[in-house]
């Protein structure tokens, strides 16, 4: 982790301000520049009074100022935050959002709400803890926030709480509602539908989001004040007519939609997923992809795998289905008895995908596995039925990758 040492310059209109203890916070200052028919007068006064914005010495607020990395980021966990146990920590209310899975990572990311060296080196510290950014910003912290910048943190904050949406899905969110949206940086689009499906940034009357604008002061507490309070969301409706999608389990959140590449994809999913219940084991599902395991342990230990941090030896599943993409990633074991176990159900997913080779796909699928068993590792590439087919020994496992068709079922 890099240690930042550029000293943001100081500001005289700061968004960073101590937070006042419970009961003690100041009266709210009446701003000159600030008059009470501001579209933006709420959600200023609120981080007011919560102590998050502050305005200058002058009796000034600048609503139309810009707002710098570090001021937002601040800004954002501070609106998500209280000191109901006599410290500033996050709400019990955003708390008890988090998945059990992830709340130990989530509290030892989470360095402290206090000014550090310079100001903002904890916040800049916990965000990178928890994957909200990188190190994108180093040496720039004190530079004017965009649109599209925000939009990605914004995103990784509120997939804390309310879980993730799939790339796929956020794309044609974002492509369906802003007229610039391929204004946009190519990695930033997928969070502009991110953050529009939330409800959390929405684009103006006309249709566009400007993504190279700055946000300012006033906007920033609009988008805090939403961030902090679910009602005050305005989701957005994306017409899927046509999309190949289903509503897949999301483990700590309910379910997401998940959009494939093609109607083929779907069908696939649907049909083994829905023939899951019948597995002589145990199975999961989860953000597009399929488990099935020896048993209830074996199925515990794989999602602790998944979602916990080194809490054991990874364990192994049967074999696992993955529908990202334009390609199926099937992984079977190699230990003896899951294969056999597994059988019935891998033949019933090539059945799906193949017409009059399931039996050639099969017999090259079982002999990769056979040769990995006795410690002979190879790669084979074939063309089944127009479809490419790689696969893939290890020692554990055998990887087999099967192209897609485009719309073909």
């Known amino acids: 982790m890099k240690k930042w040492i550029l000293i943001l310059a100081a500001m005289t209109f700061a968004l960073a301000v101590p937070v006042y203890a419970q009961n003690d916070t100041p009266a709210a200052p009446k701003f000159k520049d600030l008059p009470v028919n501001h579209w933006a007068y709420e959600p200023i006064m609120l981080g007011v009074h919560k102590g998050y914005i502050k305005g200058g010495t002058d009796g000034t607020f600048r609503p139309h100022d810009s707002v710098t990395v570090a001021e937002f980021i601040k800004m954002t966990f501070m609106s998500l935050t209280d000191n109901s146990s006599g410290f500033v920590w996050w709400g019990d209310q955003y708390l008890a959002m988090i998945p059990e899975w992830y709340q130990s990572s989530f509290n030892s990311g989470t360095v402290n709400f206090e000014q550090g060296s310079p100001w903002y080196s904890n916040y800049i510290a916990t965000a990178q803890n928890l994957g909200i950014i990188s190190d994108e910003y180093a040496g720039r912290y004190d530079e004017p926030l965009t649109r599209e910048r925000a939009a990605k943190i914004l995103n990784n904050v509120d997939d804390i709480f309310h879980g993730p949406f799939s790339r796929e899905y956020a794309m044609i969110a974002g492509a369906q509602l802003f007229k610039d949206f391929n204004r946009s940086d190519t990695y930033f689009q997928e969070y502009i539908g991110d953050v529009a499906l939330r409800g959390i940034m929405n684009g103006n009357e006309q249709g566009y ?13 609009q988008i805090c004040m939403v961030l902090a309070d679910d009602s005050l969301r305005k989701k957005t409706e994306v017409n899927l007519a046509g999309v190949p999608y289903s509503t897949v389990p999301l483990p700590g959140y309910g379910s997401m939609t998940f959009v494939f590449a093609n109607e083929e994809m779907k069908m696939v999913y649907d049909n083994m997923y829905a023939r899951q219940k ?56 190699t230990e003896i008895g899951m294969f056999e176990r597994a059988t019935d159900d891998i033949n019933y997913f090539s059945s799906l995908i193949f017409k009059d080779s399931i039996g050639e796909f099969f017999t090259e699928v079982k002999v990769t596995l056979q040769s990995a068993r006795t410690n002979k590792y190879n790669q084979s590439s074939k063309i089944i039925e127009g479809r490419q087919v790689i696969i893939n020994s290890y020692t554990d496992f055998i990887n087999v990758g099967i192209s897609a068709y485009q719309d073909k079922i």
């Open 278 to 333: 019948d597995y002589p084991g145990a199975t999961n599902a989860y953000t597009g992809q399929l488990l099935y395991y020896k048993n209830e342990g074996f199925k515990l230990k794989g999602f602790e795998d998944t979602f916990y941090v080194n809490l054991h030896e990874p364990t192994t599943s049967d074999f696992g289905i993955s529908f990202t993409g334009n390609v199926y990633t099937m992984t079977i074991s």
């Open 209 to 221: 989001f400007n993504p190279k604008a700055t946000i300012t002061r006033a906007e920033a507490a």
